[in-house]
């Protein structure tokens, strides 16, 4: 069964410190790997990785991926309260996307 | 710019009642459109997919269906609402090619009384 495992579930940060959040997945047809930001409401789309070992970067936050490791990590230096939300990760394959449970973070000012 | 609606927000309903929840997208031909349903603490879960008009398929057998009657416009419904249907709607599109990002609307957060 295909299947997108995030780490940490939860975590708990100072303004200013930063993080990596993990990914690791089992799917069969792998086309993509992508991050999404949840704060209330609509998942907002933060980066697609498909191929190995290209950093993706956007201002303070960062992802890669390893193909080999079957894993992505998505950092956050500096971090800010704004950036408290769920991180979403989910693997494409064909159309279709499976997500992850997520990680909660809370930046604490 | 490529927008999507999702409506309403928020909707109380009680058991054995019917629900139509709607989608459009603006801006795009031919999207994919998708519905998913997050559980509390939990990822999203895909419950149905359209490649086009009339082409649905389905990811979860479950107590709901869905429609896609024009290009832009996706419908989840359902004919008798259980308690377990509880929980935050959301729809998505992408572009037809596939390979590309999908981009959420903003859910609908339903529950079952």
């Known amino acids: 069964e295909d299947k997108v495992v995030q780490s940490p579930l939860s975590l708990v940060v100072h303004e200013g410190d930063t993080v990596t959040l993990n990914c690791s997945y089992e799917?069969?047809?792998?086309?993509?790997l992508l991050w999404y930001k949840q704060e209330k409401k609509a998942p907002t789309f933060l980066f697609m990785l498909?191929?190995?070992?290209i950093e993706k970067k956007s201002g303070r936050l960062s992802s890669i991926l390893d193909k080999k490791e079957l894993s992505s990590i998505l950092n956050i230096t500096a971090t800010q309260t704004g950036d408290s939300a769920i991180y979403l990760c989910?693997?494409?394959?064909?159309?279709?996307?499976?997500f992850g449970a997520g990680t909660i973070l809370r930046v604490k000012s | 710019s490529q927008t999507i609606h999702q409506w309403p927000a928020t909707l109380v309903q009680p058991v054995g009642s019917p629900l139509s929840l709607e989608c459009t997208v603006e801006?795009?031909?031919?999207?994919?459109l998708y519905w998913y349903r997050q559980a509390a603490g939990r990822g999203l879960q895909l419950l149905f997919y359209?490649?086009?008009?009339?082409?649905i398929s389905s990811e979860v057998p479950q107590n709901l269906s869905a429609s896609r009657p024009q290009d832009r416009q996706f419908i989840l419904s359902s004919k008798k609402l259980l308690l377990s249907d509880s929980g935050f709607y959301l729809c998505?599109?992408?572009?037809?090619?596939?390979?590309?990002?999908?981009?959420f609307g903003d859910g609908t957060r339903l529950s079952i009384l």
């Open positions: 998505a599109w992408s572009e037809g090619a596939g390979g590309q990002p999908q981009h």
């Open positions: 799917v069969t047809n792998f086309r993509s």
């Open positions: 498909t191929s190995s070992g």
């Open positions: 989910a693997v494409q394959y064909g159309n279709k996307l499976v």
């Open positions: 801006g795009t031909s031919n999207p994919n």
């Open positions: 359209s490649v086009g008009i009339g082409q």
